[in-house]
């Protein structure tokens, strides 16, 4: 979404409403696919001398990903205020500084950072999950990560000379 700011830039000082969805692209965050819902950016925006222009607004979305613990799918609410100064010219590829030229400002990054900013440490399936492993039924009490799949038993060898070594020590 790219905000037109030709009308700020005439009165500088004057606040304008600012109500608008913005997409946001599904991030890598840790290894881990994040995706987020539109997120709505609303507040104000104000032109000031020389171009800069002070956007004070709040974004809100929902961030999509897998459970830290179970891998079952999770989802958290974002929202965090934004209270950023967007700089006329300026090097575009900087990134510690948002920067537009023209009369457009493209809401796509400010709204990427910001979401990013605001996801949770770790996402949760449900408050209070455990760190258990996931299962692949809930009527089986036999976890995925235990179920032992044919041949593919490294520490086989390993209890076999345990075994041996009790047996001999009798």
């Known amino acids: 979404m790219k905000l037109d700011v030709s009308r700020a830039l005439k009165l500088p000082g004057e606040s304008f409403p600012l109500d608008v969805e913005q997409a946001i692209a599904p991030q890598m965050i840790s290894g881990e696919e994040v ?13 000031l001398e020389g171009g800069n222009i002070a956007v004070d607004l709040e974004l809100t979305t929902t961030a999509h990903a897998r459970c830290a613990n179970c891998l079952a799918p999770a989802q958290s609410e974002v929202r965090e205020p934004i209270e950023e100064l967007i700089h006329l010219g300026g090097d575009p590829d900087d990134s510690e500084i948002f920067t ?24 949760l399936c449900r408050e209070g999950c455990s760190e258990a492993p996931a299962y692949d039924d809930a009527d089986v009490d036999v976890c995925l990560c235990q179920k032992e799949l044919p041949g593919q038993r490294p520490f086989a060898a390993l209890k076999q000379l345990l075994s041996e070594e009790d047996g001999e020590e009798r």
């Open 35 to 47: 995706r987020f819902d539109p997120a709505r950016l609303k507040g104000t925006y104000m032109a």
């Open 100 to 123: 537009y030229t023209g009369q457009e400002i493209d809401l796509e990054r400010l709204a990427e950072s910001f979401a990013v900013l605001g996801l949770p440490m770790r996402f």
